[in-house]
């Protein structure tokens, strides 16, 4: 079967327009300096590097779980997004981003644990307790920020250095604080309810009028891990690695191949099968993390679909 149509690049002039930024996955088309119209492309990446081939329908599962959960979570932070006109856009406010980013863990996965295997036992100025294995649960969730790097790599940064650099002040960092933890509890539940774990993930907060709004995707494979909850235990008692769903698998599956981002590393060839497998797995986690079936968008003429979308939601909210 030929692998579907999949957006790897836009280049939108919608009207009103005033700026447009490209990212990693998605470009971020700013109308009359009020609106965001974010298209969610089928570009994946990793070790901050874009892989070479989109990943059909990819753009789609991120824009609809991030769609899904900030109207999960309106109750507890006011969110970005005004409506979804496509299935691979959602349209909202302009906020000025705070230059961090909320990382949140429950569990000892991903970066944590390379850090922890390498000796280290604090984590962004918080400690962690001996003997721990990979993947266990951590005695409580633990918020771990990172710096927004705008090119190259995020990096790890303390609350303290946070205030002393001044990135935010101490009555919003806390108010990001307490968000953060909010909204990591309601996803834990709501992903419990669907037979998962949420593992980590992380939350971006802007501000508009003196209002902080939590911006950009919330709980979507390329923000958050899972793992499935049933056999969790057994697995680890075993030492067994995880059955999970996430962008991990593809990081793991680079480095299987010999790449990690590193200079003089050849990227490995990018498959039909191995993208229709990574397509699949985007799907499986959208199904399995909103309990909804996965309606999948028409294809042909994507770019002209999104057009004709956005133009008439900009004509709905001018």
């Known amino acids: 079967m030929a692998l579907a149509q999949s957006i790897a690049q836009t280049d939108f002039n919608f009207p009103d327009q005033t700026n447009v930024y490209h990212g990693k996955v998605r470009d971020v088309y700013t109308i009359r300096d009020k609106y965001l119209?974010?298209?969610?492309?089928?570009?994946?990446?990793?070790?901050?590097?874009?892989?070479?081939?989109?990943?059909?329908?990819?753009?789609?599962?991120?824009?609809?779980?991030?769609a899904h959960f900030l109207e999960a979570t309106a109750d507890i932070v006011p969110n970005w997004v005004i409506q979804t006109p496509d299935p691979n856009v959602s349209l909202g406010h302009y906020c000025q981003p705070y230059p961090i980013e909320m990382v949140i863990r429950g569990y000892l996965a991903g970066h944590a644990w390379r850090e922890y295997r390498s000796g280290k036992r604090e984590l962004c100025g918080v400690p962690l307790p001996e003997g721990l294995k990979e993947n266990d649960r951590l005695p409580s969730p633990i918020i771990t920020p990172t710096t927004k790097a705008t090119e190259g790599h995020d990096e790890d940064i303390s609350r303290e250095e946070i205030l002393r650099q001044g990135l935010v002040s101490e009555a919003e960092y806390r108010k990001l604080e307490e968000y953060t933890y909010a909204l990591f509890e309601r996803g834990t539940q709501m992903a419990a309810d669907q037979g998962l774990i949420l593992v980590d993930t992380k939350y971006e907060f802007g501000k508009k009028d003196d209002i902080i709004f939590l911006i950009d995707e919330v709980h979507t494979p390329d923000s958050s891990r899972y793992f499935y909850a049933d056999g969790y235990e057994e697995r680890q008692a075993k030492g067994e690695k995880q059955k999970q769903l996430s962008k991990e698998f593809v990081r793991q599956w680079l480095i299987d191949h010999g790449f990690q981002g590193l200079e003089g590393q050849m990227m490995p060839e990018f498959t039909d099968d191995f993208l229709q497998s990574v397509s699949d797995r985007y799907v499986e986690l959208y199904e399995k993390i909103t309990g909804k079936s996965f309606d999948r968008g028409q294809t042909e003429d994507i770019l002209a679909r999104i057009d004709n979308n956005v133009r008439k939601a900009l004509n709905d909210i001018a």
């Open 37 to 66: 119209a974010m298209i969610v492309s089928d570009r994946i990446s990793a070790f901050d590097i874009v892989l070479p081939r989109p990943i059909p329908y990819k753009g789609q599962v991120l824009n609809q779980i991030a």
